[in-house]
Every structure is written in structure tokens, then in C-alpha cells.
């Protein structure tokens, strides 16, 4: 089993939809919870970032962590064109060797 | 403010040939360094990173090689480049568990 796992899509919506995506992952020593947004041809850049259990809300992006079940995802509200990209989880142990593991990413296009 | 540069952002290179990619840092000091490889539906792989000037540890054995000769540079390397090694190159400097990347480097071996 793969530590994270994330579904690559693609996922296709209509503007203003809300959009659900989601990873799970298999090791518990796991507690920073990140999502990242990638662009086509572009570097991945940081959209939301938790540490454990719970919900993190920014404008129109609501992240949520649930640890008992390993499974966190991010909801986008009000779904716009721009928001067309890759969306990639990653996550981080606490006290480990800082180094993130990703998911595959999921593409999103959100149609006009 | 903290930037990463990388360069070039496309190459083009034939089988056989060496590789040389750079990546640098501006706004922080002895910063923890990543190559990251992207392939079409294979996510992020982790190649080498890097928490010091000479030190480097890599992820996965491959055809490709890192060197860390200043702080704030890191470089991405091959002596024969193989048509496997194609893919999107990812350089990211990581603050506690924040990753910020480069604008990647998308290398095709013909």
C-alpha cells in the first residue's frame, strides 16, 4: 500500500459547483497536512496548510483532517476557471526528516 | 522575501548527452534543498535533497546526480542522459514542512 494515496481524476465541473477531493494515507506518524495547487507547466505552490485533526477554512477553500479515519480533503466553494489545475496533497510525520509525501495530484477543470 | 530560481525552464536534450540543471535560493541561509521529478501520472518523486553544502542524500538509485557547491545552489546532473530520464524537474527549498518550488525544468530526451 502506498503511504498516500490521492485520485488523479480528471475531475470536470461547472462553475460554481463544489468541489470534494480527497487523499488517504497509511502512516500514522503523519500530522502536517498540506495541499498544493499546480498549473500547467508550473512549479506546485502551497494553498492550505493544518497540523492534526480538524477543519482550516480560507476564502473559499475549507481543508479537513480526520486522523482516525487517515483520510483529509480539501473543498472548494463556488468553483471558478481559475481554479482549473492540479490539486496535490502532501504530508509530513512530526520530527521526521521534513520531507513531504505526495499524492498523485488530481486534475480539475472547472468549466464556464 | 524568499525566491527559488531555476533554470533553463525547457530542454530538449539526445540520448547519451550530459545534464546540468541549477537551482538557486535568495532570502535564507543554509536552506534544506529537493529535486523533485514529475511524470504524467506518477505524482512527485523525490530524487535528492540536500541539508547542507556537500551533503546529499538521494532517494532512489537512477542515472541522474546532485551537488550542493554553495549554500544556496543546487544542482541536478547526468553524465548520459537516458529517454527514461524525460519528465517535469522540480527544485524546492523546504521552510519546517512547507515546500516552496521552483517553476521546474520539463526535460525531454529524444
Known amino acids: 500500500q502506498k503511504e498516500v494515496e490521492q485520485d488523479p481524476g480528471p475531475l470536470s465541473v461547472p462553475e460554481g459547483a463544489i468541489v470534494s477531493l480527497n487523499c488517504t494515507y497509511s502512516n500514522s506518524a503523519f500530522q502536517y497536512f498540506m495541499w498544493y495547487r499546480q498549473y500547467s507547466r508550473k512549479g506546485p505552490e502551497l494553498l492550505m496548510y493544518t497540523y492534526s485533526s480538524g477543519n482550516k477554512e480560507d476564502g473559499r477553500f475549507t481543508a479537513q483532517v480526520d486522523k482516525s479515519s487517515k483520510y483529509i480533503s480539501l473543498f472548494i466553494r463556488d468553483s471558478q476557471p481559475s481554479d482549473s489545475a492540479t490539486y496535490l496533497c502532501?504530508?509530513?510525520?512530526?520530527?521526521?526528516?521534513?520531507?513531504?509525501?505526495f499524492g498523485k495530484g488530481t486534475k480539475l477543470t472547472v468549466n464556464p | 522575501s524568499q525566491t527559488i530560481h531555476q533554470w533553463p525552464a525547457t530542454l530538449v536534450q539526445p540520448v547519451g548527452s550530459p545534464l546540468s540543471l541549477e537551482c538557486t535560493v535568495e532570502g535564507t541561509s543554509n536552506p534544506n534543498l529537493y529535486w523533485y521529478r514529475q511524470a504524467a501520472g506518477r505524482g512527485l518523486q523525490l530524487l535528492f535533497y540536500s541539508v547542507g553544502i556537500g551533503q546529499i542524500s538521494s532517494e532512489v538509485p537512477q542515472n541522474l546526480s546532485a551537488s550542493r557547491p554553495q549554500d544556496r545552489q543546487f544542482i541536478l546532473s547526468s553524465k548520459k542522459l537516458l529517454l527514461s530520464d524525460s519528465g517535469f524537474y522540480l527544485c524546492a527549498w523546504l521552510r519546517a514542512t512547507e515546500a516552496f518550488f521552483g517553476q521546474g525544468t520539463r526535460l525531454t530526451v529524444v
Open positions: 502532501a504530508m509530513s510525520a512530526i520530527g521526521g526528516s521534513e520531507k513531504l509525501v
